[in-house]
């Protein structure tokens, strides 16, 4: 198991940070090995410092144990942000840099969309949207029917809370009592085909969160430290808790902030280039 | 769980839900880690004595079939041995997606129980009849798919289901005194059908309530002297090739499922059929890829053509043209 030193909050806020460049370089390469396929940028990077505060930080997991019982899950419902999470999977020392390569190449591990690989850390197939948090919810069950204490992290988009089996598994959680669920709604505004609100509105996102009965609360999506400060301050809530984490769809670089034509597209050699120059810049 | 006369008898009486409800409690004692779910249909599925009895091993996920299966899903990746139960329209195509994700694709082992399938529920409409189930189960890889005979086969195709390592379809069809095919016990396994009764001139291949029907038409089909045998086909997915071909010596082969004859049992054996270089005709008996008015269940299985007369009746015409 990886031992977490005790170390200052800066400390922490500044491992996170990063290991949430590294996601973005790891993005980057996978983006553009996969070249003419294309690949789901736009809301892989919104969730980028999400998922670096669970695996740098929050998520209790044993490197060298894929299958530990007693390890947290992390759940990625809307799969299609897949990107970020082989960035994770990879720095952690799951997912080889050499087998981050072979993103949507013939025969690969690494998909378009998550395929279950206890060995690569992915513990379940998603890809069709609404579907990951009824399985965090049969997983939170198991956890409190065997008295363990790990958490479940769900990781679902605001497109996807389009689908009403979201809110099946939205209304469950409180009745089961399931304090050792997390959700994280990655609100970035945008769905495949233009802003929520073109589409579908799914305003109010923390009422309807609330009204079904979670501990919810809306944070920065970006900022580290408030992501931090929830994980740390929601624990010891006798509720399910959800995020609704604010973020910008393709964060992190110039051409694809808020640029949904980076929903699902193809990162040219020159785009690489110009990501690569931004990430030194900005990291700085 | 003790097989005799007696219990026969009563799970004939009850019908094949309330057995569901009589077999759980069963399992319970023997399978630490099962978990039942249902969707608000405890009563109808006979676990209103289970979920008393065990409710640490019991879930109600209310009217949310989707929600259901993911947590099925999410359970049985943490090495929970699962059943699930709901009316047969609402456990198979109203999650179907669910299905064929986390059954299909993921591979988590769940026995999935549709109860009142088939025409049973005549009355309340084409929404509660389930005509479909097998067709739409049958497209999606690595599930298993079996239909009970009578209540007997239903305690013996749960007990296997449950013990088995991949993910199950059981489709329980009939109801309450549901007419009794094995009168004592007998060696049951998935994917092996069984002879019933042997016979020359035609092969029946028949699952669920077609099963003791099929017996009476072949009883009436001999007294024309007319030699037929009847095959259970429990197991609908993987089809048992062997029994197939080895009836291809017969001269009609008929195909008998309280179920539409597109993608049923009729579907399975003459995809079959189509790799031999020569085989008998098939006569497909089932719904015939309609929604009639509806009524009661005797009334339905009349009007389907599906009694034991109206099955000789159809068999004769085609055996003689």
Known sequence: MEVCEIMT???EIKKIKNFSLNVRKNILEMAVSAGASSAHFGGALSITEIVSTLFAHHLRIDKNNPNWEDRDRFILSKGHACLAYYAALCEIGYISKDELKTFEKDDTNLLGHPVINRKLGIDFSNGSLGMGLSLGIGVAISSKKKKKDFNIYVIIGDGECNEGSVWEAAMAAPNFKLNNLYAIIDKNNFQQTGSNKEIMDVDSLKDKWTSFGWHCKEVDGHNIQELHNFFLESQKINKPKAIIANTVKGKGFSFSENNNAWHHSVLTKSFYEKALNELKKNYN | MNIDEKNIKTWSTIGPRATLGIVALELAKEIDNLMVLTCDVSTSAGLDRYRKTYPEKYLDLGIAEQNMIGVAAGLASENFNVITTTFAPFQTMRCCEQIKVN??????KICMVGIASGLALGTLGYTHCCIEDIGVLRSIPEITIISPADSLETVKALQAAVKFNKPTYIRLTGSANNPIVYKKD?????????????GKDISIFSSGSMVYKSLEAAKILESKNISTKVVNMHTIKPIDKAAILKACDSKLIVSIEEHNIVGGLGSAIAECKALLSKSPKQLFIGVQDR????????????????TSEKIVEDIFEEFNK
């Open chain 2, 186 to 198: 007998y060696n049951f396994e998935i994917g092996k059908s069984i002879t019933l009764k042997e």
């Open chain 2, 291 to 306: 929604y009639s008015k509806g009524g009661s269940y005797k009334f339905l299985l009349e009007k389907n053509r599906l």
């Open chain 1, 9 to 11: 909050e800066s400390a």
């Open chain 2, 103 to 108: 059954l299909g694709y993921m591979g988590q």
